[in-house]
């Protein structure tokens, strides 16, 4: 079970990186290729026997279409140039279902782009194959209108899953939302088999969910729509009420309504596995946050018991008032700003349901009391993480002692632990480390 302690600073998350391997052929290309296994062939006229010969050019056809599975795109391209039949290789569906287009500006960023030639290729060849898609886009506002053509010319395609990633500020959201609307629509009618849709930070519309629900109801499975302000709360429970096989939805809170959460306990709903929640502040000090009631989320867990429900809050400390005034099912909270005593208090008391804590800041003065009713009443909690606060070394060891046995990952920055009576720094390290099992 990982203790981390960081001298330098703490993380919330940690990203994943996906590594292939690129396979070149040698200068050599044309020299015989060892195998373990070479087979014998006899000729039918004569009792000479020759081994095979297995060269480059006579790869097995689906040995050199796994090559090309691990070729990024450009090497990919070079080798579909080296005979017709590497070309015919390259053109084989299978290569097609999963693609990433990549459109960043050269003024912009320093990243590479998918080349032009291979994405009229892809459109004019490959549009139904496309199955798994997804478009990372920089900051300009060039980038995104150019991801807007290309969906805009998808009308033979057959996507399940769509994608749009804005690696910097949000530039979908400057592209027309005439433009991106209109592109997106092209998809929805098209496909009519989509599972899986994350397009935050866009202008995504009520009127386009109409069309999503209406073309693709019985297919959707997770919908990732956060930081869409034309969206509205009846956009979204248009969703709720027809798409029954949701399984995962991400929104922000303004849309979340007792409504929402009613209409996804129906009985034609499927069970919810995760319900993610942005809870930001628009104007800072003007925001006003409704409450969601005890009896809606009640219905909720009774309809889908191993939900995940997921909040993330960029508030400050006086727009908290209206949250977890009553027993609220949230397992994972993430905190990006300062959050009060009193606010940490209230999740000890009616957070029952809490797994995940993570606490990125709060005042000077210390949180024993607060961590301790946690340990002591979310007795499913197995992560935590405290950022710039306040614990007593013998506050922390108390909280170890309590829900130590059962937590998988700890993680505190050493400025956090104020050195006491009965610990200082270097004890509380062996003692933490003895209660989580480590030694």
């Known amino acids: 079970m990982p203790f981390y302690v960081d001298e330098g600073g703490w993380n919330k998350m940690k990203r994943g990186r996906s590594y292939c391997q690129s396979f070149t052929p040698s200068e050599g290309s044309n020299k015989r290729l060892k195998s ?153 009618v098209n496909s009519k088999s989509l599972s899986s849709i994350k397009i935050d930070d866009t202008p995504f519309d009520d009127p386009s969910l109409k069309v999503l629900v209406a073309n693709n109801s019985d297919t959707l499975k997770l919908l990732k729509m956060s930081s869409c302000p034309h969206v509205s709360p009846a956009g979204i429970l248009c969703v709720a009420d027809q798409c029954h096989g949701l399984r995962e939805l991400a929104l922000n809170y ?75 099912p949230v397992t994972h909270l993430y905190f990006g700003r300062a959050v009060s005593k009193d606010m940490l208090g209230r999740i000890g008391l009616n957070c029952p349901c809490l797994v995940e804590l993570v606490v990125c800041a709060n005042g000077l003065e210390p949180l024993d009391e607060e961590l301790i009713c946690i340990a002591d009443r979310c007795k499913s909690l197995t992560a935590i993480g405290l950022g710039e606060c306040e614990v007593t070394c013998s506050g922390f060891m108390e909280f170890v002692k309590m829900c130590g046995g059962r937590l998988s990952q700890l993680s505190i920055m050493e400025e956090v632990l104020i050195p006491d009576n009965t610990y200082n720094i270097e004890q509380i390290y062996s003692e933490v480390s003895k209660h989580l099992g480590l030694i």
């Open 36 to 188: 373990s296994n070479q087979t014998d062939i006899k000729a039918s006229s004569s009792t000479s026997q020759k081994p095979t010969e297995e060269t480059w050019a006579n790869l097995l056809h689906h040995v050199v279409l796994h090559i090309f599975q691990y070729l990024p795109l450009l090497d990919r391209a070079r080798a579909s140039s080296v005979c017709r039949r590497w070309n015919d290789v390259f053109h084989i569906p299978d290569l097609w279902r999963r693609f990433e287009f990549e459109l960043n500006q050269p003024t912009t960023s320093c990243l590479r782009s998918t080349h032009p030639d291979i994405i009229q290729q892809i459109i004019k060849r490959h549009a139904q194959h496309l199955q798994y898609v997804s478009f990372k886009v920089d900051s300009c506002t060039k980038s995104a209108e150019a991801a807007c053509n290309i969906l805009s010319q998808l009308v033979n395609c057959t996507i399940k899953t769509l994608g749009l990633i804005s690696t910097a500020r949000p530039s979908f959201m400057d592209v027309s939302q005439s433009h991106f609307v209109s592109a997106l629509t092209v998809v929805f």
């Open 254 to 328: 303004n849309l979340l309504s007792d409504e929402l959460l009613l209409a996804l306990s129906s009985e034609k709903h499927v069970h919810l596995e995760h319900l993610c929640i942005d809870v930001m502040s628009e104007n800072p000090g003007q925001s006003q946050f409704h409450t969601i009631k005890k009896n809606s989320w009640d219905i909720l867990i009774r309809h889908s018991p191993q939900v995940n429900i997921v909040m993330y809050f960029f508030l400050y400390e006086e727009e908290f008032e209206p949250f977890f005034r009553e027993e609220t």
